[in-house]
């Protein structure tokens, strides 16, 4: 077949690489779901059920592919950070965009009645999803600030809009225009003086979005550093997993039995019908950790705290390294 007449047609297929040695961050979107949201019946402003359905598709891409060292979720949107030296793919920004908007997409479907055990999908969500360069750690710190910042005024909205309408007896014409040129002052004092609630006790999650973010096992309790290299239980980040059930599980602030990802076919290996993949570079280095072991197995995380600070990331260097 590949040498019949009609080959030719493959010379139009074009090459779509993504510039070399930049981060890629890929975000997805939840498309027309302000809609899906009240099919569904969320619970308005936060809808617990459904942020921890977008984590655990999030964090089943993270276990698929090591390269993704950070993810940050708001609402019905996800970015993933990826190492500036990945090869995923050979940087096929097509192939990248596709394949993560379909796994994200299947994995948030196929969990859906753990989350919503009473209530049925109605229709098929979908997501879009794109990817956007960054050269330099100073963009990447800003991208994530920017969506992080985005969450905390998005929140702060739509607390102090859906307390307005439920506790408050007001219309959402009127609840708008109550809101309509107030600054970030006047919305706590309207939801502390009416309603009685303290912003500043409301749930991180809500406040901070989800960052499902790789963590070191060093700085964890532990047992012997051979034990925890040894163990079959963890997986060095240089192999490329075919299955989600060999990631260390969560030990994160949340449940792991509410965040950590479900076993599935390991036909889904991103190596499947990709021989580029298998052809590509290790995708990590051997990294000396402070105990001196290499090829440090790394867990997966779920917090709610602040990225725009420097803590965060001074603490964890291995995110931005190449
Ligand atoms: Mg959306």
């Keep these: 077949m590949a040498n019949s007449k009609f080959a030719y047609v493959r010379n139009f297929e074009l090459p779509d690489p993504l510039l070399p040695e930049t981060y890629i961050v890929f975000r997805l979107d939840g498309h027309s779901f302000h809609r899906f949201s009240e099919v569904h019946d969320f619970t308005k402003p936060n809808d617990t059920r459904a942020l921890e359905l977008m984590d655990h598709a999030a964090r089943s891409i993270m276990g698929e592919y090591p390269d993704i060292t950070l993810a940050f979720g708001e609402s019905d949107e996800y970015s993933f950070l990826l190492r500036k030296s990945t090869a995923l793919y050979n940087r ?54 920017w969506r992080q910042a985005d969450t905390h005024i998005n929140n702060l909205y739509n607390t102090v809009f859906w307390a307005l309408v439920q506790q408050g007896g007001e219309t959402t014409t009127q609840a708008h225009a109550i809101l309509r040129g107030t600054v970030s002052k006047d919305k706590h004092e309207i939801l502390f003086t009416r309603f009685g609630i303290n912003y500043n006790t409301l749930d991180e999650r809500f406040k901070k979005g989800s960052i499902l973010v790789r963590e070191l096992l060093d700085d964890q309790p532990k047992p012997p550093p051979q034990a925890s290299i040894e163990s079959s239980q963890t997986q060095t980040p240089t192999e490329t997993p075919s299955n989600e059930s060999n990631h260390p599980q969560s030990t994160s602030t949340e449940t792991s039995s509410e965040t950590s990802p479900q076993p599935h ?18 995708r990590r280095k051997e990294k000396k950790t402070k105990s ?21 990331w001074e603490k964890r260097p291995w995110l931005l390294a190449d």
Excluded: C
């Design 265 to 282: 076919s390991s036909s889904s290996s991103p190596t499947d019908g990709d021989p580029e993949l298998k052809k590509s570079k290790p």
């Design 292 to 312: 001196g072991t290499v090829n440090q197995p790394m867990r997966i995380d779920l917090v709610h705290v602040d990225i725009i600070k420097d803590d965060f």
């Design 92 to 145: 096929r920004q097509a192939k990248l965009v596709s394949t993560f908007t379909s796994f994200f997409t299947s994995h948030y479907v196929f969990h859906w009645s753990t989350y919503f055990p009473n209530t049925p999908l109605q229709y098929p969500p979908t997501f879009d999803g794109r990817i956007v360069l960054y050269p330099a750690e100073k963009h990447v710190r800003d991208y994530f600030s």
